[in-house]
T-cell receptor
Framework: EAQVTQNPRYLITVTGKKLTVTCSQN?????MSWYRQDPGLGLRQIYY???????DKGDVPEGYKVSRKEKRNFPLILESPSPNQTSLYFC???????????FGPGTRLTVT | QQQVKQSPQSLIVQKGGISIINCAYE??????FPWYQQFPGKGPALLIA?????SEKKEGRFTISFNKSAKQFSLHIMDSQPGDSATYFC???????????????FGKGTLLTVNP
């Protein structure tokens, strides 16, 4: 089944404890992206990757890092999480940027 | 700076009625306008999309109307059904290559409730 998977689906952590949210797609997509969804703010793009060689910042990259060492995986790294990073995070992928983006099921992160 | 403004924030419609959600954009370089539908507990999924070379696109009960001069586009859901109850997001991007043009900018979303 073609899909985007994220792990974990739920995570509660404490301020400053490094964490990684994994994202994997099995559709051989070039483009991958991370979004955060907050009430009243909609979806905001954190980082995107055109392919394994190109990664760039979205609209809200502060406090986040990403890595694209292989086409199928695009982990989101929070080196020192803070409470304002409490949010619902979505990973998405598409054949390339100009095609439909397929979203993962989301990761609900709480930072206390 | 919010580049895509979506309204209303929430909408309640009776079964069989027409749901209308509006979006306005500022960046004239935007040339791709998708709408995403999100059910509770799920990720967004593409519903329908339009490019500015046409003024309207229809897929089943869903229609996008696009007004390039006004920099506005809207989603119309005809014969709305309870199963259409979801959050709807408009979005915009540019297909120009290079620079920071590979971003998809979303509106803040509209929570649609269709009463039976």
């Amino acid at each position: 089944e073609a899909q985007v998977t994220q792990n974990p689906r739920y995570l509660i952590t404490v301020t400053g404890k490094k964490l990684t949210v994994t994202c994997s797609q099995n559709m051989n997509h070039e483009y991958m992206s991370w979004y955060r969804q907050d009430p009243g703010l909609g979806l905001r793009q954190i980082y995107y990757s055109m392919n394994v060689e190109v990664t760039d910042k979205g609209d809200v990259p502060e406090g986040y890092k990403v890595s694209r060492k292989e086409k199928r995986n695009f982990p989101l790294i929070l080196e020192s999480p803070s409470p304002n990073q409490t949010s619902l995070y979505f990973c998405a992928s598409s054949l390339n940027f100009w095609y439909e983006q397929y979203f993962g099921p989301g990761t609900r992160l709480t930072v206390t | 700076q919010q580049q895509v403004k979506q309204s209303p924030q929430s909408l309640i419609v009776q079964k069989g009625g027409i749901s209308i959600i509006n979006c306005a954009y500022e960046n004239t370089a935007f040339d791709y306008f998708p709408w995403y539908q999100q059910f509770p507990g799920k990720g967004p999924a593409l519903l329908i999309a339009i490019r500015p070379d046409v003024s309207e696109k229809k897929e089943g009960r869903f229609t996008i109307s696009f007004n390039k001069s006004a920099k506005q586009f809207s989603l119309h859901i005809m014969d709305s059904q309870p199963g259409d109850s979801a959050t709807y997001f408009c979005a915009a991007s540019t297909h120009a290559s290079g620079g920071s043009n590979y971003k998809l900018t979303f509106g803040k979303g509209t929570l649609l409730t269709v009463n039976p």
